[in-house]
């Protein structure tokens, strides 16, 4: 059971994870998080698995970590609305490290080499995805490309800005006041 803290430095403890547990999510979450089965569909979609919706979706993570926190909230009288505007983005993403190692956790325990496998390999490709996105990022190839097409395109922005200056009409004469 891994915890993390809110912008208040509150600290928040996810669950204990249990069968019973995640059966309870699935089903009232109308089968989008079936987390025993992280390679499965997520939201019935069979092109995108749950576990890339949990680890790339930051909408699809904090509805997961409502259902997961629900008893809590409700214990502290915290609605989920007044629960977000605690949550700063360093706060989201220790919360998701946690339930994605307490996921890990719950698989080994369980023995189950395949799943665990996947989960850490999908960490694995998760932190050199960041990693080779912020080397690209910062590639200068990349910010002359930009600055050129940024150029090219107020170049001709411009250009057309001028050229309808030239068809615009000009002043009327003020109109005889006799």
Partial sequence: MSAFRDA????WKLPDFTFGL???I?????????LLDPAGPFAGDDKLPLLHAIQYDP???WELLCYLLASE????????????DLILAECFTAAQDCFLADWLDFFQKLRQPALTTLLEK???????AIAMYREKANDPAIDAEVERAMAEELSRSFGSA???L???PGRSPPANSS
């Fill in 26 to 34: 699935k089903r009232e979450s109308g089968g989008r998080f079936n």
């Fill in 166 to 168: 030239g068809s615009t």
């Fill in 22 to 24: 995640f059966l309870k």
């Fill in 59 to 61: 909408v699809a993570f």
């Fill in 8 to 11: 208040d430095g509150t600290e």
């Fill in 162 to 164: 001028v050229a309808s």
């Fill in 122 to 128: 999908a960490e694995t490709f998760r932190t050199k």
């Fill in 73 to 84: 909230m409700e214990r502290r009288g915290v609605a989920p609305e007044a629960f977000a």
